[in-house]
């Protein structure tokens, strides 16, 4: 019989976001961001960028093993144009350190207000990586608003 040593399936909690405290989603961490509506899935979105404040970014920490590939998917629009958005999946270590990048996807802030599926996959995580934080950040201007994340482990 063979056992896998870790659970090959979704890792995010709140995935769309429906879960708000505080004026957060609950278990994600982040700045510059808001509850937005109507959503396309579920009752909220998540609005990344909602001023001039910079940067805006969210993220979730999510445990990993060494061996491991994370399939990122998610679903949003661009509710006001500028620069770009980058959806990423860090490598971090025992202290949470940044110790590599696993993804690095460039949105860009323009076109068609439409809902649009985004999915990349990660490399493989390294040795003695125990976290990987999925990120999405905006430097400069414009804004996102994220309906839905989702992480499988592969």
Known sequence: MLVEPYYRGELIRNPGFDEWRFGQPVWW????LSRAGPAYTGEWMLRLGR????PAEFYQDLSVFPGTFLELRFC??????GS????????????????????DLAVALSGAAGYRHYIAVSGCCPGAVVQARVCFQIFSRGQFDLDYVSVVAR
């Open 29 to 32: 961490e982040g700045r510059n």
């Open 76 to 81: 949003g629009r661009v509710a006001v144009p």
């Open 51 to 54: 001023g001039s404040e910079r």
């Open 84 to 103: 770009k958005m980058r959806a990423a999946i860090d490598w971090l270590d025992r202290e949470r350190r940044t110790v590599g990048n696993g993804l």
